[in-house]
């Protein structure tokens, strides 16, 4: 089992940037891909970004953040960075880290953190 946790999250203004880590207990080099997901109230969870972190791997972003927001990893630590720039209202929701390991169905999930952009 990977656990995931998350860290960052919290109250910003619209324009603002916000950076939400997460630590993973296995090595990257273990695992097929980590992605972060979100989801607003009364709304369908939707994919904020997907990184294959094998060779040759590639990062998929959703359309509303695309050009916005940019994923990292430090393999060294064991985690993988969302970075959103030039956030808007409607980025406010629940985000959730994702870990898959190599070789395996399950997808393990953080506990979510909030992200508010309001002034």
């Known amino acids: 089992q990977v656990q995931v946790v998350q860290s960052g999250g919290g109250l910003v203004q619209p324009g603002g940037s916000l950076n939400l880590s997460c630590v993973v207990s296995e090595s990257l080099i273990n695992l097929y891909s980590m992605g972060w997901y979100r989801q607003a109230p009364g709304k369908e969870r939707e994919l904020v970004a997907r990184?294959?972190?094998?060779?040759?791997?590639?990062?998929t972003y959703g359309a509303s953040v695309e050009g916005r927001f940019t994923v990292s990893r430090d393999n060294a630590k064991n985690t993988a960075t969302l970075q959103m720039n030039s956030l808007k209202a409607e980025d406010t929701a629940v985000y959730y880290c994702t870990a898959k390991p190599k070789g395996l169905s399950a997808t393990y999930w953080g506990r979510g953190t909030q992200v508010t952009v309001s002034s």
């Open positions: 990184m294959i972190l094998d060779v040759g791997g590639v990062t």
